[in-house]
């Protein structure tokens, strides 16, 4: 069966910026979904992340705002210490609750919200890191009928939150980072459809 997609969570943590960049420079200008991250980094961190990924990669890579209406083509990065959120009206929330997982912004608070608004047309993707943080959060998109993705922890520089979705059993699939890129041009040329 066919399966349009809308948009795409990723949550990573140490590692990252290699991970992303290695994802996102091989994504077109005008690439046609969106594109929501949360990468943990210190909450006194400068916008230096968002510029230099910006430099290496084509799409439109920025620092989301808060109530910005979410629009494709572009990459939404969570701003240091605070929750991402995704509302029904497909506008940005961001958030100073609580750490979850020991983390602000936290992958599964923007995987979870993600979920309930995108339900089946949402893809998931987990990278590197060093905790448990989207565990949580790829189930929730798991549950909803939506496409999940690990990168295999082989690769990634740091495995334990890769194998912590993985272990979940709730990834269909477990991919280098050159096979997710390949998936997401695929989505692109196909009219960000693919087969379920």
């Known amino acids: ?46 916008e230096l992340f968002e510029e230099i990924l910006q430099r290496r990669c084509p799409v439109t890579v920025k620092q989301a705002d808060e109530k910005e209406k979410i629009r494709p083509s572009t990459v939404y990065i969570a701003p240091p210490d605070y929750h991402i959120l995704i509302e029904a009206d497909s506008t940005i929330s961001l958030s100073t609750e609580g750490p979850v997982q020991f983390s602000r912004p936290s992958i599964d608070v923007l995987f979870e919200s993600a979920a309930v608004v995108y339900r089946e047309k949402l893809i998931g993707i987990v990278l590197t890191g060093s905790n448990r943080d989207g565990a949580a959060g790829i189930s929730a998109i798991s549950r909803q009928g939506g496409l999940t993705i ?3 922890p082989n690769e990634a520089e740091y495995s334990m939150m890769a194998q912590a979705s993985i272990d979940t059993k709730n990834v269909k ?15 692109h040329n196909d009219g960000s459809s693919t087969q379920s």
């Open 150 to 152: 690990a990168q295999d």
């Open 1 to 46: 069966m066919t399966k349009v997609y809308e948009a795409i969570v990723i949550g990573t943590s140490a590692g990252g910026f290699h991970a992303l960049s290695s994802i996102l420079e091989r994504l077109p200008k005008e690439f046609r979904l969106p594109i929501i991250v949360v990468q943990h980094r210190a909450k006194d961190s400068l």
């Open 173 to 187: 699939h477990v991919m280098r980072l050159t096979a997710i890129a390949d998936l997401l041009l695929k989505l």
